[in-house]
């Protein structure tokens, strides 16, 4: 692997009680590109900006995907990720999709821990500081043609974060637009699974909620996810998500969420879950808690729904089931207590 260091750092310029999330990126960033067939050898250098032909395949058919993770420094300044070769499978699961070629488990990793050691300096200790890293591949050749690309460039850059939300998060239920169809590429984390997001969510902002609930294609009878996360609904004390498929991501935060809730003598079960459903129970008061799970947020409760005019509002909770699992997950990343399950993987 090729390595060349900045000549000068960021990080003394950079105001890290005050971060406006992905909006502030390291030193360095990880490159390899794939041409005559095949990946080229890998390379870290300064972060950049990037020079591309109008004609570059990406722009024109949008053949690109991207993962989201993060590094965690605990108080003895060693550095963590948080099952990162589900990130590895899943960034490829969705090339394939994608006709991208998977990229090699050794670059990967051996990218990942050079990048981070580089700028472990950019990573703050402290329950709430973590180094989100985003990796992605996308198709570079310079060609017009509606074919699969020749060459594309796989990058990782990174980016020092705090909480992704803040405040309340009220959602408002689909009734008209779909984040993806079956057969599609919904179980891909595909750029544009993203961008066809903007518009119906701008909607939903306009009537005052923060995010979307997303419900399926066919009937939209039954919830999916909410917004870029999976979501969690407690009724009396059973906790209800909808299974994957290829309309919904298969979040690595929510596969921990079902592992620990069960572990934690939570009755989890996953099934397809009806709206009707949702809202009987929320007028009988069965509603506990709803809550989305995601890299970026790890758990975030939702405190409201909107569905056909109305507005139906979750119960404040004294210590809820969302806020437990949130501290159990993060004393895992975070290197505060015991990982049973051999989720956290050491940097160095």
């Known amino acids: 692997m090729k390595i060349v260091r900045t000549s000068a750092s960021k990080l003394g310029s950079v105001d890290f009680e005050n971060l406006n999330f992905g909006s502030v990126f390291t030193d360095h960033m990880f490159v390899c590109r794939f041409n005559n067939g095949q990946w080229q050898t890998p390379e870290v250098i300064p972060y950049q900006p990037m020079s591309f032909e109008p004609s570059m395949s990406v722009l024109h058919y949008g053949q690109a995907v991207f993962e989201g993770m993060k590094a965690y420094k605990d108080d003895q300044g060693k550095i963590w990720l948080f099952r990162p070769d589900q990130n590895f499978k899943r960034i490829n699961r969705s090339s394939e999709r994608l006709q991208i070629p998977v990229f090699p488990e050794d670059y990967f990793f051996e990218g990942l821990k050079t990048l981070l050691d580089l700028d472990r300096d950019w990573i703050k200790p402290g ?194 089931i969302a806020t437990r699992l949130k501290e159990k997950i993060m004393s895992i990343q975070y290197n505060l207590s015991e990982d049973p399950y051999g989720w956290r993987f050491a940097v160095d």
Not at 170 to 185: M, Y
């Open 127 to 320: 329950i709430g500081n973590s180094l989100y890293i985003r990796p992605f591949v996308f198709s570079s050749q310079a060609c017009v043609q509606a074919s699969p690309s020749k060459e594309y460039t796989f990058i990782i850059i990174c980016c020092p974060v705090k909480a992704y939300y803040g405040g309340e998060v009220n959602v408002l239920i689909a009734e008209e637009f779909s984040r993806a169809a079956n057969g599609g590429i919904g179980f891909t984390k595909a750029a544009g699974n993203y961008a066809a997001q903007f518009y119906p969510t701008a909607l939903a902002q306009k009537e005052g909620y923060q995010q979307i609930v997303w419900t399926d294609a066919n009937t939209h009878e039954y919830l999916e996810e909410a917004g870029t996360m999976n979501i969690f609904f407690r009724v009396d004390d059973q906790l209800i998500t909808a299974p994957t498929n290829d309309r919904i991501l298969d979040g690595v935060t929510r596969k921990s969420v079902i592992q620990i809730a069960r572990d934690s003598g939570i009755d989890v079960e996953i099934r397809p879950i009806r709206i009707a459903e949702i809202v009987q129970a929320s007028k009988e008061n069965r509603l506990k808690e709803m809550f989305g799970s995601g890299t970026a947020v790890v758990i975030n409760p939702i405190k409201s729904f909107g569905y056909q005019g109305a507005n139906y509002k979750l119960p404040e909770l004294e210590n809820p």
